[in-house]
């Protein structure tokens, strides 16, 4: 199917896409797209473990400032900017070597269901956790990371429907938001996220109300719009609202999954192990979701449940009723590792597939000799 993407945000229209029509101009011809989309990921995954090594359990801003030297910041300002700026010319650099693939639109989109998750864990550790006096707490962590997580899994269950990508605003917005974050927290060091700025609130809760406020007024409000109009104007996929809503119910069961482990768990799992459970819960929702990329690009059903959600449940199951008793975390880190070597083992078999399907290379412009 051929690839649509919309994009109305005035600051991407009038901003930024100039930058980027200056940018390209700097990139050889002979790279392939993909290999611009990939190193963008492979920036984002560095500096997350970066920040990972300095602030292992999110307390290092809030215990003491210095921990994480001001050089780390300043670094993932950069490489935020780079990867932002790679997954936007990665289409751009596609139409002007003419190898727009769909492996190309399905790398690019699977990757960024899993970075959606990485940049918000990088980001958890500017504002530190909750210590009593400042930082916010692992639950609404948790919170903030499923409202992003919904709001990338919209606009894909929008395109399921309408077979357009309707790009949504708030992902301008985030991005240039955590670059200036990076930098400001650079600049002047984390204690600006502890001090109230305004009326005794503090920035954090400021950004936070434009989370919420972007997803919950902007963003979902905008996909359902789009939804009915595709369906006022007989443009929908999907005649059936069976057919319409059969994506959101892995995802959705997912999150009930999570929930439930989160709140229920008796070694309070969450609390004990924030960066390995989030990392988790980013991982597993990106292959739900990558599922139903494919299922959108070739026109197929997504099946209803989704084969992780059976493996995620028994273990909810033996963490909540204390079979798994003081082995919960050992277990948590076990399954952490389980899925993200599946997702990672997922995604280089699709991979494969594709580029043997359409016989070409993925990091490469060169044509695949026939066998």
Known sequence: SQYSAVDTNPLSVYIMQPIWNKIIKIVPLWIAPNLLTFSGFLMILVNYFLISFYDWDYTASGTSPGLIPTWVWLFSAFTTFCAYALDSIDGKHARRTQ??????????????????????????????????????????????????????????????????????????????????????????????????????????????????????????????????????????????????????????????????????????????????FLWMVGVAFSNVICKVIVCQMSSTRPELFHWFLFPLALVVYAAISGLLGWMEEAVLIGFTALVTATHVHYGVCVGRQLSKHFNIYIFSLKKRVQE
């Open 99 to 276: 190898s727009s693939t769909p492996l190309g639109e399905l790398f690019d989109h699977g990757l960024d269901s899993w970075a959606t998750s990485i940049f918000v864990l990088s980001f958890f550790s500017v504002c530190s956790r909750d210590n009593g006096k400042t930082g916010v707490s692992v639950y609404t962590m948790y919170i903030y990371l499923s409202i992003v997580l919904f709001n990338f899994m919209c606009s894909h269950w929008e395109k399921y429907n309408t077979g357009v990508l309707f790009l949504p605003w708030g992902y301008d917005i985030s991005q240039v938001v955590l670059i200036a974050a990076y930098l400001l927290t650079g600049a002047v060091g984390v204690e600006v996220w502890q001090k109230p700025f305004l009326f005794g609130y503090y920035i954090t809760d400021a950004l936070v109300i434009l989370l919420i406020g972007f997803s919950l007024f902007l963003s979902f409000p905008q996909t359902l719009y789009n939804i009915r109009r595709a369906h006022l104007k007989k443009t929908l996929k999907n005649d059936s609202l069976y057919e319409g809503l059969l994506p959101l119910v892995s995802p959705l069961l997912l999150f009930v999954l999570l929930t439930v482990w989160v709140v229920l768990s008796p070694g309070n799992i969450l609390a004990k192990q924030p960066r390995v």
